[in-house]
């Protein structure tokens, strides 16, 4: 499998490169704020059917509550706003209109053909389960873990314990990492870090940070990192690794921390390390 080389400038690399390596023109954003997005988004709510009611939080402005038929749900649109901003070539309006139905229309059919396995925090796995919702998961190494998911067509949705009633974990894994690899051609890599590269999933960058998982993937990158690689995860959509040694790591860490200043789709701030085959923390 080869990975296609591809400038990424909609990415919002440009941003963290100049936090850390050189100085870049600021974007302005689509929106004025996000009280202004949040009061379009609660707006499109307040047009869907079976939409009781729709309340801004007094306290945030990137939250408000819609009650249903089904009940009340928090939304927050700090992911979604950080998103169109940050891709501004992306269609806003369907995105909008994708995230409105996953919350009014969630239809969840949860089977083999949808299972993804996604990479998340421990503590996001641990706020999860303290909220009452037995999602199905288990250790990644060092602090990080495999979270499966169903890739639907609105949005991802966790995937339960009682979704998979009479399955063991094995089988689960290999179905969501069956379809994490129908992905492997559509992953896309930058090289302009020189010490480092940039990978993503075209089309479905959500799983970027997934490949860390396949073995195939590893395989096709081992003419760049033939040996151990360092691993940055500071965003959900986002697989940055580096060449392992220890004079990189400063810079790898200054990126971390710029993409967490930007606050957009973060994952973790850790920076990780693949050695011997197998995931942990540097700490050093």
């Given amino acids: 499998m080869r990975v296609e080389r591809r400038g990424i400038l909609g990415m919002g690399l440009l941003a963290v ?65 950080g998103y169109i901003n940050a891709y501004p070539e992306e269609n806003a309006e369907k995105i909008v209109a994708n995230f ?54 609105d949005a991802m949705s966790p995937v339960m314990a009682n979704d998979m009633p009479g399955r063991d974990l094995a089988s689960v894994r290999k179905a969501a990492l069956n379809n994490v690899e129908q992905w492997l051609p559509k992953v896309v890599s930058d090289g302009q870090l020189g010490d480092g590269v940039l990978y993503y999933v075209e089309g479905n960058t959500m799983l970027s940070t997934s490949l860390i998982l396949l073995d195939d993937f590893w395989k096709s990158v081992a003419g760049r990192f033939p040996g151990d690689a360092l691993i940055a995860l500071p ?43 197998k995931i942990v923390a540097v700490t050093d």
């Fill in 17 to 81: 490169l100049g936090a850390c390596w050189r100085p870049v023109q600021a974007k302005l954003p689509a929106y004025a704020n996000i009280a202004e997005f949040r009061a379009i988004i609660m707006a499109a709510f307040k047009k869907e059917p079976g939409v009781v009611s729709v309340t801004a939080d007094p306290s945030d402005p990137a939250k408000f509550q819609v009650v249903t038929g089904a009940g009340p749900v928090t939304a927050d649109v700090t992911n979604i706003y």
């Fill in 100 to 153: 409105v139905s996953s919350l009014v229309r969630p239809e969840r059919k949860v089977d083999d053909r949808n299972l993804v396995a996604v990479i998340r925090t421990k503590q996001y796995i641990d706020q999860i389960l303290a909220g009452g919702l037995n999602v199905l998961h288990e250790s990644a190494g060092a602090d990080l873990a495999i979270l499966y998911m169903a890739d639907l067509p």
């Fill in 235 to 277: 965003r959900k959509d986002q697989l940055f690794l580096f060449d392992d040694r220890p004079e990189v790591r400063a810079g790898v860490r200054r990126l971390i921390n710029a993409t967490m200043e930007d606050n957009f789709n973060l994952l973790s701030p850790q920076l990780y390390a693949r050695r011997a085959g």
